[in-house]
């Protein structure tokens, strides 16, 4: 029979529970809540010299049941600072009222505003002088095996706003990105990049975004003939062997747009070497990588 009676006893300890907790969530409570805080209206050439604050810390007060209602979806209240910069420094103040109205806005018809932390906000401000500046990407990219990068990393945004003093408006040319790092790249890869801001300068926005393509490459060989340059006049300089092989990194996109003529070897002429070095270049873009084979060739001069 004890088993009986210890289910009996559990059976009321969960009904006094329940009871327990029932009340409790009708009884009124105080609770006190974080308030995301957001700010429109503010003009891309004002500076503020104290930051606004991002969260209020409220105190409200309602019944138990209605309390968890904010745990399940937090508050967020937006300021409209629109029209509140006139003049090329001053004060901007948030009124213990807009801060009550914005937050009641957002609360429960039941629920009651005790306290609200801070009441008001102050800032001084200065209204600075802008300037557009080209963005210069920093970057280090590796790509995935048998893949290359398609063309060169292309930013989004290739300028933006900076705000500033004059005098130091004046001597920036440019505003530098961090280093976008990306390993293992393939296909289209569409990444963020931070900016770094000049000391005494302020950004319209700290990152920009970068679009990579890495395609896969096929390997191509072509034969062409080695030039000889810096011939001393009245002379004539024989290579051995006269042609070179050089292999070809291509995108498979560009394939058909390579040719023969596209692809260069010479070496540059000098007495004090016993072997000339062979050199390639492309008059094609689309070749992202070359190798050449004979490395070096030797060479007769003959003097008419």
Same mark, same amino acid.
């Given at each position: 029979?004890?088993?009986?009676?210890?289910?009996?006893?559990?059976?009321?300890?969960?009904?006094?529970?329940?009871?327990?907790?029932?009340?409790?969530?009708? $009884?009124?409570?105080?609770?006190?809540?974080?308030?995301?805080?957001?700010?429109?209206?503010?003009?891309?050439?004002?500076?503020?010299?104290?930051?606004?604050?991002?969260?209020?810390?409220?105190?409200?007060?309602?019944?138990?049941?209605?309390?968890?209602?904010?745990?399940?979806?937090?508050?967020?209240? $937006? /300021?409209?600072?629109?029209?509140?910069?006139?003049?090329? $420094?001053?004060?901007?103040?948030?009124?213990?009222?807009?801060?009550?109205?914005?937050?009641?806005?957002?609360?429960?018809?039941?629920?009651?505003?005790?306290?609200?932390?801070?009441?008001?906000?102050?800032?001084?401000?200065?209204?600075?002088?802008?300037?557009?500046?080209?963005?210069?990407?920093?970057?280090?990219?590796?790509?995935? *095996?048998?893949?290359?990068?398609?063309?060169? *990393?292309?930013?989004?945004?290739?300028?933006?706003?900076?705000?500033?003093?004059?005098?130091?408006?004046?001597?920036?040319?440019?505003?530098?990105?961090?280093?976008?790092?990306?390993?293992?790249?393939?296909?289209?890869?569409?990444? $963020?990049?931070?900016?770094?801001?000049?000391?005494? /300068?302020?950004?319209?926005?700290?990152?920009?975004?970068?679009?990579?393509?890495?395609?896969?490459?096929?390997?191509?060989? /072509?034969?062409?003939?080695?030039?000889?340059?810096?011939? *001393?006049?009245?002379?004539?300089?024989?290579?051995?062997?006269?042609?070179?092989?050089?292999?070809?990194?291509?995108?498979?996109?560009?394939?058909?747009?390579?040719?023969?003529?596209?692809?260069?070897?010479?070496?540059?002429?000098?007495?004090?070497?016993?072997?000339?070095?062979?050199?390639?270049?492309?008059?094609?873009?689309?070749?992202?990588?070359?190798?050449?084979? *004979?490395?070096?060739?030797?060479?007769? /001069?003959?003097?008419?």
């Amino acid at each position: 029979m004890k088993w009986r009676e210890v289910l009996t006893y559990l059976c009321f300890v969960a009904l006094a529970t329940a009871i327990w907790y029932g009340r409790a969530l009708r $009884s009124v409570h105080d609770k006190t809540l974080s308030v995301e805080v957001q700010y429109v209206g503010i003009p891309g050439t004002v500076s503020l010299d104290t930051p606004l604050p991002d969260r209020l810390t409220i105190q409200v007060r309602d019944a138990g049941t209605r309390l968890r209602l904010y745990s399940d979806a937090p508050l967020t209240v $937006s /300021i409209d600072l629109t029209g509140r910069f006139h003049s090329s $420094s001053g004060e901007v103040t948030i009124s213990s009222e807009t801060l009550k109205t914005a937050v009641k806005q957002q609360l429960q018809g039941t629920t009651n505003l005790q306290k609200i932390s801070p009441s008001i906000i102050r800032s001084t401000y200065r209204t600075q002088t802008q300037k557009r500046v080209p963005v210069i990407l920093h970057h280090k990219i590796e790509c995935a *095996p048998e893949y290359q990068l398609a063309e060169e *990393p292309l930013l989004m945004q290739s300028s933006i706003l900076a705000y500033g003093a004059k005098e130091a408006l004046d001597s920036l040319e440019s505003v530098q990105t961090k280093t976008l790092v990306l390993d293992d790249a393939r296909d289209t890869i569409l990444s $963020s990049v931070g900016l770094i801001a000049p000391k005494g /300068i302020r950004l319209s926005q700290g990152s920009v975004k970068v679009q990579v393509v890495a395609e896969r490459y096929s390997e191509k060989a /072509i034969t062409v003939p080695i030039e000889i340059k810096n011939v *001393p006049e009245g002379s004539r300089v024989r290579l051995f062997p006269q042609q070179a092989t050089v292999t070809l990194h291509v995108g498979l996109s560009h394939w058909k747009n390579i040719h023969d003529n596209d692809i260069h070897a010479y070496c540059v002429y000098s007495d004090s070497l016993e072997t000339l070095p062979v050199e390639v270049r492309s008059e094609n873009s689309e070749v992202m990588r070359m190798r050449v084979h *004979p490395s070096t060739v030797e060479y007769l /001069i003959e003097h008419n």
